[in-house]
């Protein structure tokens, strides 16, 4: 049977097993999909002796994601703006390839799943790392009017608004309402939440926070208090997935369905 796996570390609690094993028995695909502790020293050694024992493809996940870019012989275009991969595939030419699948997962989850358009929008996100770093390409694809990075370090976010071709601010500078907000911090890790405005959001503004949760995260409860509405990022979970499993099995998974019973399961 065809063998997949997601390497990272920490791995026990991926979700990644669960969900590929759901969308293989949704569309009648026989395979295999484990998880392998990645090893600090060890990383690039792992993912070849994966593909040597034919595996098929692989998904990487933190802190590997820079480290998996670094060894591909041939990236996808998202893959390349993103400097990070989550998806490998091993070609028949024996050429490992890679894509990220993490921007078109949430831009899919916020246009089909939410029924937001994205396009002829203003933007704003929040925060300038890997994460933000990874989901420019496929939001920009999408003809946003404008798209503002905020950050807390302002030069991470000038860096990226130069690559990207977009808009860099501090929190501090941000002036007037968005249509949409993103936030792609690490801080709702912690419970915290960059100092925001409120004139950012009003009742017209759509927000997305790329971290999800049982409770309802600081960001968005932050979107509610000003009136917003918006989504948490499960449905990103379940669709980077889906583009991975997509590539993998030329087969496009339903996600909608998945990401009903996984908020279920998480009551
Ligand atoms: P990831 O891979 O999750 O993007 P990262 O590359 O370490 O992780 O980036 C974390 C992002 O969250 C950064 O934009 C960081 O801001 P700085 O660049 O100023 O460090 C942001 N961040 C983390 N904690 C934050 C907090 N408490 N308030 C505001 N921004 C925060």
Redesign the pocket.
């Known amino acids: 049977m065809d063998q997949y796996a997601v390497v990272g570390n920490p791995i026990a609690h991926s979700k990644s097993p669960s969900i590929h094993k759901h969308f293989a028995e949704q569309t009648q695909q026989e395979l295999i999909y484990s998880t392998l502790l990645g090893d600090d020293v060890q990383f690039e050694r792992q993912v070849r002796d994966f593909f040597a024992n034919d595996g098929k493809g692989m998904n990487i996940t ?1 802190p590997f994601k820079e480290r998996a870019y670094a060894m591909c012989d041939v990236l996808s275009k998202r893959a390349e703006q993103a400097g990070a991969v989550n998806t490998l595939l091993m070609s028949e030419n024996g050429d490992i390839f890679g894509d990220n699948t993490d921007g078109i997962g949430m831009v899919r989850d916020i246009t089909h799943n939410h029924g937001q358009a994205l396009t002829g929008k203003r933007v704003l996100i ?7 770093r990874g989901v420019l390409e496929p939001l920009l694809s999408e003809n946003p009017e404008s798209v503002t990075i905020a ?3 302002v030069e ?1 976010a000038q860096a990226l608004a130069e690559h990207f071709d977009c808009l860099a601010s501090t929190f501090e500078d941000l002036k007037g309402e968005f249509d949409i907000i993103i936030n ?4 709702s890790l ?1 419970g ?3 100092p925001l405005k409120d004139e950012l959001a009003g009742s017209k503004t759509w927000c997305y926070d790329m971290m999800y949760g049982k409770e309802r995260t600081v960001f968005l409860q932050w979107a509610d208090d000003h009136g917003g509405k918006g989504a948490d990022g499960l449905g990103m979970l379940v669709g980077q997935a889906a583009e991975a499993f997509y590539l993998w099995r030329q087969v496009r998974p339903d996600t909608a369905s998945l990401v009903a019973l996984m908020r279920k399961q998480m009551e």
């Not at 792609?184 to 801080?187: D, K, L, M, V």
């Open positions: 933190m929040l925060g300038a790392g890997g994460a933000v950050n807390r370090t991470k792609g911090t690490s801080a912690s915290s939440l960059p």
